[in-house]
């Protein structure tokens, strides 16, 4: 009862964070990003400080920390945005946008800085905090008067992330989730981007009260954002070839309640077969030459022990080993999806018929799975494929139009560029993904 109580505590209120919840904590800005599970006893390495995670416990999700050095040593302390610093924004936008200064005139010699490493370890010594570091810093540089407005927020900006780091806690959903898998580990997710997600569950058409045969080869995102998108109504049949499920750690991270995860089931191939067409014979033939090639998706298995990803915007800070991140305690784990379907749940979806299906599975051959999987649908039921190349897709759907399966067939390329949103300095972003993978949608039909 103890373990069950912090969850349906965070049931009454997603918005706030409790003792065994997952979280994804924003080091600097996007610099890097890390899973963590919160508990008493969890620590993050931010630099070469170790920083417990206990203080995180009881915050809202979007709440702000900073580092501090204390008497026991660094900890997070949570920052309260006030509005006098919103009007100092707004006094500071004004000033970029009537400034005429330039930094023609400086000259980078090493010599603008009078403060020494030493005198830095020594206002550490004394309790000096970060923002105190950084404005000896400003203030003791000969050049900081003379650089553009623009230019002090980025000095002063970068010595922030040196001196006094800051931590913002969000949520983990489907967005930040596949968001941070894809800026650093995109191949464990099969490069499945962020809008191409959310493409693949609107053609599949994803809604409350629906019964999605899943194909999950991707760690679990997918499974997670059809649960998120059913919201503990409907069912999930994620199915997979042969004796051993296709891993879903991922799904972990969503923090999701018993309720939901009792709606998330597994069931083999071989143990669906289709009340209309025999495909049962097919489905045992082909799942030799699919498991072959299926092995691969081994490499894409994530660890169970620690959840965490490292990511970081900027070459030279590359990746933290797993020590950063102590793992956690087996008292907050989150509850375990995935059951195996019972054979009442599997005679119904033999009755009724999914109703739409969804695959991620760039390890396998696309048509193999769908001639198996389509019939198990009911009749007018949509489905969704993805895949990280366009010809395995245009293989099925040719295949798809010769047995006259399914209509409305058709394969979509997502498009996707961010923009920097700043005063005075709006514009596209330098660089982009160049593809989000292939979609192809279709709707089943009878065959006769």
Known sequence: MSQNKPQSDAIQNAKVTWEGCSVLLDINDGDRLVFARLSAGSTLKIGNKNCSLQPLIGCPFGSLFQVENGKKGPYLSRIIPSTEDNNVQDKEVCQIKEESRDNRAIIDNNQAQSLSGEDIDEMRRQGA??????????????????????????????KQKK????????????????????????????????DTLSLLLSMANIAPNSDVLVVDMIGGLLTGAV???????????NTYL??????????????????ICQRILRCSLSDLPSAQNGTCDQTQQHEGDC?????PNEQISLSATAEEVQL????GLGLASENDLSVVSKTCKAPKAGDKASKETIQLWKENGFSSLIIAAPEVDVWSFVKDLLP?????????IYHQYLQPLATCMHNLQVEKMAIGLQISEPWLREYQVLPSRTHPCMQMSATGGYILSGTRIYTG
């Open 242 to 259: 042969g004796d051993t499920p296709y891993p879903m750690d991922i799904v972990r991270i969503f923090n999701f309640s018993t309720e």
């Open 376 to 384: 198990l649908l009911s009749y007018s039921a949509p489905f969704a």
């Open 163 to 194: 001196y006094a780091p800051k931590v913002l806690l969000r949520r983990p959903f489907a967005r930040s989730i596949s968001e941070a898998y894809f800026k650093k580990y995109p191949a464990r997710i099969g490069f499945l981007r962020v």
């Open 129 to 158: 905090t970060g923002n105190d570091i950084v404005e000896a810093l400003i203030a003791n540089s000969t050049t900081f008067e003379k650089k553009t407005q623009f230019s002090q927020e980025k000095y002063r900006l970068r």
């Open 312 to 315: 970081s915007s900027e070459d």
């Open 227 to 237: 649960a998120e998108r059913l919201g503990g109504t409907g069912f999930i049949c």
């Open 291 to 295: 498991m072959l090639e299926s092995q």
